[in-house]
């Protein structure tokens, strides 16, 4: 059973940045996809960016490209979202999301769906506030 975590969350002030990070076990795959998705009280959940480790692929939303990176380190298994100059809309819970298999859709690009995600964390919170 796959189990993520994760955690970094927290309280910070507009501009300012944090890194989360989500840490896997029990992962059979050799090969796989990780997203971090965020949702605000009220709103839809959004995936912010993905990575996968077969090759060097990761995606980003145009509301965090340039802010935010994703990056991971397969010898700990944990994919980190580095978020810097953070706004006041960046404010949400953050989830990770793993499966299996390559990040892009049929053509190669994008990302995938996050009903295609088969194994989610319990999330973590962050606070942009002034």
């Known amino acids: 059973q796959v189990q993520l975590v994760e955690s970094g969350g927290g309280s910070v002030q507009p501009g300012g940045s944090l890194r989360l990070s989500c840490a896997a076990s029990?992962?059979?795959?050799?090969?796989?996809?990780v997203g971090w998705f965020r949702q605000a009280p009220g709103k839809e959940r959004e995936e912010v960016a993905s990575?996968?480790?077969?090759?060097?692929?990761?995606w980003y939303a145009d509301s965090v490209k340039g802010r935010f990176t994703i990056s991971q380190d397969n010898a700990k298994n944990t994919v980190y979202l580095q978020m810097d100059n953070l706004k006041s809309e960046d404010t949400a819970m953050y989830y990770c999301?793993?499966?299996?298999?390559?990040?892009?859709?049929?053509?190669?690009?994008?990302?995938?769906?996050?009903?295609?995600?088969?194994?989610w964390g319990q999330g973590t919170q962050v606070t942009v506030s002034s």
């Open positions: 999301a793993a499966v299996g298999g390559v990040c892009s859709g049929p053509d190669g690009t994008g990302t995938l769906p996050d009903s295609d995600y088969a194994y």
């Open positions: 029990g992962n059979p795959y050799a090969y796989y996809c």
């Open positions: 990575i996968y480790n077969g090759y060097d692929y990761t």
